[in-house]
């Protein structure tokens, strides 16, 4: 049987760019005797095969010494590549400056050089205060401190030393607190991504638990750029989890603010800054604050440009994400299905060339999205293939949210589709997955007990009534911010007042979106 799978070294080597395969090359070149040889050869075979397969490569190089240790030579290969990817990288990152500057220091210190060392940790020192790496600063410190000692404390003066401390207990809080507020936020998103927004009081006493732990835990008034940033987050975040959409926009806007006041910060995290952009967009919309919107939607988009960033995979799947997913959801509320349908043969080449590297969560927000526009355009085979794509990724498993929503979409596509034989089962098997879960609330109540009854409706004139009193009872849920959650995933609302003003779907919600736009 064929060896087809994933292999860390063949997944290395397709990583890098075109630059980045001619420096190792051209380091390689340098050194071309013994095995030398077989790593270049090695590598160029495995840079020009679509997909790793060990037989074949095997056959290809049949009679080679190396096979017989292969093992071996692709991790030589492999730890030569990341040695190669290290010296190309050595100046492209300040973190990497400054442990350059570190190991340097080092070898000054070994050679008794002491005045050449401590002039390379006093400029390190100056650009790690200034980037606030306190980690860095503390190795600095240790550094300076051995100093001191391989003079027998002769030169040093007794300000010198106070000053010493006194930083080190600078970094130190700076450490402390940076670590306190980071798993304050991987807790608050740990329950956001695997529950979702609240949708009862012990889910929001979850939230509001850990939003005092913040507020006793830290004095936002001291805190380094870097930690305020995380507090911003946490209470923008906290407050999207409650659905309290102002006072979680105050905590965007003073994240945008911190950014524009901080630009050496925006440069060194542009990842945390599309996450602040696109939630701001978001939640402005929700808002009716749409020319605010807009604004930053452009800030987002001319992001490259402007700072001149020249943008990693990570940066660009990132950055692909944030503005795929944020224009869909802006065209959606405007009801211009039309120009969301263009974007999705844009967004599905986006998902192919990053694959697995999207994170599932997020994949699935766009398919959903996907499956709307197409119900939405009456396009109902191709809107199910979607609600299929997540239902069918088991990857999905501990994300209650969008799957529970995904199932109540699947229903009304068959409700569409007219398949009145297969709709009772999907119903039970909805029932089911909403109930082993624990998240079978009002909202989810009312649309199976909606489309029991209709299957049940006798007449059209019965028909009517159920669809009249399911918009009456979905105006109702929305008035409820722990019982709406699904209308931010699709409007279940308007959908229910087109069947009852026999109007297009998107016409209706054209309509309500210039009402909103209007108050």
């Not at 050869?41 to 495995?46: G, I, S, W």
């Not at 990570?314 to 802006?330: M, P, R």
Request: proline share 1%; net charge neutral; with cysteine.
């Amino acid at each position: 049987m064929s060896k087809r799978s994933k292999d860390n070294l063949f997944e290395l080597i397709k990583s890098l760019t075109k630059s980045e395969k001619r420096y190792f090359k051209l380091l390689s070149s340098r050194h071309t005797i013994g095995d030398e040889n077989n790593y270049i050869v090695l590598f160029d075979y495995l840079d020009k095969i679509d997909a790793y397969d060990e037989d074949a490569l095997f056959d290809h190089f049949k009679g080679e010494a190396f096979l017989n240790r292969f093992s071996i030579t692709k991790k030589r290969l492999y730890d030569h590549l990341l040695s190669a990817l290290d010296t190309y990288y050595s100046n492209s990152s300040l973190d990497a400056q400054l442990y350059k500057s570190l190991h340097s220091a080092d070898i000054l210190y070994n050679k008794s050089l002491y005045d050449q060392c401590r002039r390379v940790l006093m400029s390190a020192q100056k650009l790690a205060l200034k980037n606030e790496r306190f980690a860095i600063l503390m190795e600095i410190s240790k550094r300076q401190k051995k100093l001191v000692e391989s003079n027998g404390y002769s030169d040093v003066k007794d300000h010198e030393i106070a000053e010493m401390i006194a930083n080190d207990l600078i970094y130190l809080q700076a450490l402390q607190e940076n670590a306190t507020l980071w798993n304050l936020k991987s807790e608050l998103f740990i329950e956001l991504s695997r529950k979702g927004v609240t949708r009862n009081e012990g889910q929001r006493e979850t939230f509001e638990k850990i939003i005092n732990e913040l507020k006793n835990s830290v004095s936002v008034n001291a805190l380094t750029v870097g930690n305020l940033y995380l507090y911003n987050h946490i209470y923008s975040a906290y407050y999207f989890a409650i659905r309290e959409y102002e006072e979680c926009l105050v905590g965007l806007k003073n994240n945008i603010a911190l950014f524009d006041e901080n630009p050496n910060y925006l440069q060194e995290h542009p990842n945390s800054y599309f996450s602040v952009l696109t939630n701001a967009i978001y939640v402005s919309e929700k808002l009716g604050e749409f020319q605010f919107a807009k604004l930053l939607l452009q800030d987002l988009k001319q992001f490259p440009v402007k700072y001149s960033a020249a943008l990693s995979e990570d940066l660009q799947i990132k950055l692909f994400s944030s503005t795929s997913s944020i224009e869909l959801s802006s065209y959606i509320a405007r009801g211009d299905f039309d120009a969301a349908k263009k974007l999705i043969p844009i967004i599905q080449d986006g998902l192919r060339l990053y694959g697995e590297k999207i994170p599932p969560q997020r994949k699935a927000f766009l398919e959903f999205k996907f499956a709307s526009i197409y119900l939405a355009t009456q396009d109902f085979s191709e809107a199910l293939k979607w609600v299929n794509s997540i239902l069918n990724d088991s990857r999905l498993d501990s994300n209650e949210d969008i799957l529970a929503f995904t199932h109540l979409l699947d229903l009304i596509i068959h409700l569409e589709l007219k398949h009145d034989k297969l709709i009772p089962y999907a119903i039970k098997s909805t029932e089911r997955f909403l109930k082993s879960r624990n998240i079978l609330h009002s909202f989810e109540k009312v649309m199976l007990r909606f489309i029991t009854k209709l299957l049940k409706a006798k007449d059209v004139f019965e028909n009517e009534t159920i669809w009249k009193e399911l918009q009456l009872e979905l105006a109702e849920l929305k008035q409820d911010a722990q019982q709406n959650v699904g209308l931010d995933y699709f409007d279940f609302e308007s959908w229910a007042a087109s069947k009852v003003k026999r109007k297009k779907f998107d016409d209706v919600v054209r309509e309500n979106f210039k009402q909103l736009a209007r108050a």
